[in-house]
């Protein structure tokens, strides 16, 4: 007579807990925003040309192997930089802009924040990472799609306003909405391209001031 041998428990393998991975998303998203804001006091201190991946990895305390895992080179990295820049604008934007009273309150309050920034402390490293952004979207056509979908998101939020107020009454209803966001568009980083060319000698107040009255004058004609 033979006595079976008892079989051995079954190993029971456990699957990561939904909270241990949300722990582990969270540090890592963690770390690299640690990442991004240690890359950008590096690009201003040194430009984006000198700045090297050591230097990003000694400020942010982490190894530069351990910066690769997150961003495949420092093109990426300005790139990434930017785009958060540009994200906090939009928010920004978005929040001015749903707080105004009509259409065209909100395109002048967008054009107010814009023109606001220009008063902080480190406009001119803001408007750099900016312009290095789009030298980066040039030269290396993989961030291409990244940079202009920045871009387009807040023209294409500036036509919609333009279209608004035209549907409201404000806006002469002839004019052709992505126009005319493109045009304000464009004064604004014509501004900032020149704040920087002259060393911030521009009266951005008054710059700002004739763009009202030039915008308040497209109006429908009185019948």
């Not at 969270?26 to 770390?31: C, G, P």
């Not at 814009?114 to 993989?142: G, K, N, P, W, Y």
């Not at 979908?149 to 004019?175: F, H, K, M, Y």
């Not at 568009?185 to 521009?202: A, P």
Request: aromatic fraction near 6%.
């Amino acid at each position: 007579m033979t006595t079976d041998t008892p079989l051995a428990p079954a190993v029971k393998i456990t699957e990561p807990s939904s909270a241990t991975s949300r722990l582990r998303e969270q540090f890592l998203e963690a770390r690299r925003q640690e990442i991004l804001e240690a890359a950008r006091s590096v690009f201003v201190a040194k430009g984006c040309d000198a700045a090297s991946m050591q230097d990003i990895a000694k400020a942010a305390g982490v190894s530069a192997g351990n910066i690769y895992r997150y961003f495949p080179n420092k093109d990426a990295l300005i790139v990434a930089v930017c785009d958060r820049c540009e994200a906090d604008h939009r928010e920004s934007f978005d929040q001015v802009a749903g707080e105004a009273s009509s259409p065209l309150q909100a395109l002048i309050a967008m054009g107010d924040h814009a023109f606001e920034t220009f008063t902080h402390d480190h406009i001119r490293d803001e408007i750099m990472l900016t312009l290095e952004s789009a030298l980066v979207a040039a030269r290396h056509e993989q961030f291409g799609p990244m940079v202009r979908e920045q871009t387009a998101l807040v023209r294409d939020r500036l036509t919609d306003l333009v279209s608004a107020a035209q549907a409201n009454g404000e806006l002469d209803p002839a004019i052709e909405p992505r126009v005319l966001a493109t045009l304000l568009l464009s004064v604004v980083s014509g501004t900032q391209l020149t704040y920087l060319q002259v060393g911030g000698d521009v009266k951005t107040d008054a710059v700002w001031e004739l763009l009202q009255r030039m915008v308040y004058a497209l109006a429908p004609a009185a019948e």
